[in-house]
């Protein structure tokens, strides 16, 4: 125990010595909710137009990552969130991502050894928990890890269509495929059937979060997931995620894809 | 010449095996135009919606760094990206960017040893120079950088209003200041001056690109330099940049702020 903990100690002084990588100590399971510095910024005027404006301000700062860590989207976006979602705004973005990973994915010399991967995110990158979320307001409700656990054991989960597009390009390119998900071990059996039923097969690895990953963050699980990649030689070329999380920290991939998400925050 | 290879390569290496940063092969001294792969989106339809639609979703690509380098912003969203930067998207999106640092700057603890800091970046992120982008298609241009050399020579790029409100809470809270610019050494003194008329003063270290600099990428060269700043015990809290090569590479600070920019991409 005292061992694990200095070799946790000496990673993460190695992390942040090396990479500036700093990891929030309110560490939990599934963390959609940290309390911290929440600012709500005033709306512009109570317009139409400046309420949009300062959503789509807000979802911007979403995507590149501008913002400090929040527990529901803002009240007054629920629409706007909701309008994205359901109608054609995400699914330009999600096939632009897409597709500009498949253009990469085909520039990529591959060395034919089997060491070189493509990583995946699951929750909203390969599969959908749209119907979930449309129940819970689209952002708007707290997270509630019960009742999205329950959720995730009916297996239904859709695949996003353009990252069934990307993963079966990336297959056919001859990459390895490692899956990396927070999702708990004790979710594997139905997280393989939901993949399976939705289209994905061929994986190499799927990394759920283990008994000793449940109290660290999610970048800081996936950094040293990533890092045992790379120790044992493989080459991470790309990586796919809906949160900042999949994808920064240490021992990040050549180029990183950031699905749209403007419903929750993972740390 | 033989030695200064081996050292760029063992530090190439030094940086791929720890934070599987990659640098483009394809360095130029101050690289706006790089040839890469170069994929046109097509447009969904010929409808105005569609249109704004479109470039909404590049906008979202160039900002949460899902695109390839490129060369000009797409021809079909010149009068989006005008649009964006001369009416309020643009003020509304870089006041956010700045309270959220504001915000997260004021939380900092500061240890009183003069070692914590706060890296700004110049162009389009202390200094606008818009002006410049207006008589150039507002990306819609070829990045010309003698003609850009031009414009700097004047001196007279203006103040971003929100980045020197978060300039001067940043020196009040305490933090040291570095200002790291692609800008060539050559042009410190118009830089300085320029600063100082739009209301910049008090940095601690103004860093620009040196001879031995100039064949390397901006993710490159701003590495090194974070770098240089951690090894004298520096702590970079902090740093704002408009590209994605100010902010990524090696040596992160433990917050990075992405300022808008959807004119020009720098590697």
């Known amino acids: 125990m005292y061992t694990s903990l200095r070799l946790l100690l000496f990673s993460s002084l190695i992390y942040v010595s090396i990479c500036q990588e700093t990891f929030d100590p309110h560490t939990l399971p599934r963390p959609l909710?940290?309390?911290?510095?929440?600012?709500?910024?005033?709306?512009l005027s109570s317009a139409d137009d400046d309420v949009t404006l300062h959503c789509t301000s807000w979802r911007f700062a979403v995507e590149s990552n501008n913002l400090s860590p929040w527990r529901t989207i803002p009240q007054e976006c629920g629409d706007y969130v909701k309008d994205y979602m359901t109608k054609r705004g995400y699914e330009v973005d999600l096939e632009r991502v897409a597709d500009e990973a498949i253009l990469y994915a085909s520039s990529v010399e591959l060395r034919g050894d089997g060491k070189d991967i493509w990583v995946f995110d699951v929750d909203e990158t390969l599969l959908s928990n749209l119907p979930y979320y449309a129940d819970h307001g689209?952002?708007?409700?707290?997270?509630d890890s019960e009742a999205f656990d329950k959720w995730?054991?009916?297996?239904?989960?859709?695949?996003?269509?353009?990252?069934?597009?990307?993963?079966?390009?990336v297959v056919k390119f001859g990459f390895k495929v490692f899956l990396l998900t927070g999702r708990?071990?004790?979710?594997?059996?139905?997280?393989?059937?939901?993949?399976?039923?939705?289209?994905?097969?061929?994986w190499d690895d799927l990394?759920?979060?283990?008994?000793?990953?449940?109290?660290?963050?999610?970048?800081?699980?996936?950094?040293?997931?990533r890092h045992k990649?790379?120790?044992?030689?493989?080459?991470?070329?790309?990586?796919?995620?809906?949160?900042?999380?999949?994808?920064?920290?240490?021992?990040?991939?050549?180029?990183?894809?950031?699905?749209?998400?403007?419903?929750?925050?993972?740390p």
């Not at 909710?33 to 709306?43: N, R």
């Not at 071990?185 to 939901?194: A, S, Y």
Request: proline share 3%.
């Open 184 to 202: 708990s071990e004790m979710r594997r059996m139905v997280t393989v059937e939901n993949l399976n039923r939705s289209g994905f097969h061929g």
């Open 138 to 143: 689209y952002g708007l409700e707290v997270f």
């Open 33 to 43: 909710i940290l309390e911290t510095h929440v600012k709500e910024t005033p709306l």
């Open 152 to 169: 995730v054991d009916n297996g239904i989960a859709q695949a996003i269509r353009s990252s069934l597009k990307l993963y079966e390009e």
């Open 229 to 266: 990649m790379i120790e044992q030689g493989y080459r991470i070329h790309g990586n796919s995620g809906d949160q900042w999380s999949d994808l920064l920290g240490s021992a990040m991939a050549a180029r990183s894809f950031k699905l749209p998400n403007p419903m929750y925050y993972i």
């Open 207 to 225: 990394i759920l979060r283990g008994a000793e990953d449940q109290k660290k963050t999610a970048t800081q699980f996936k950094s040293e997931k």
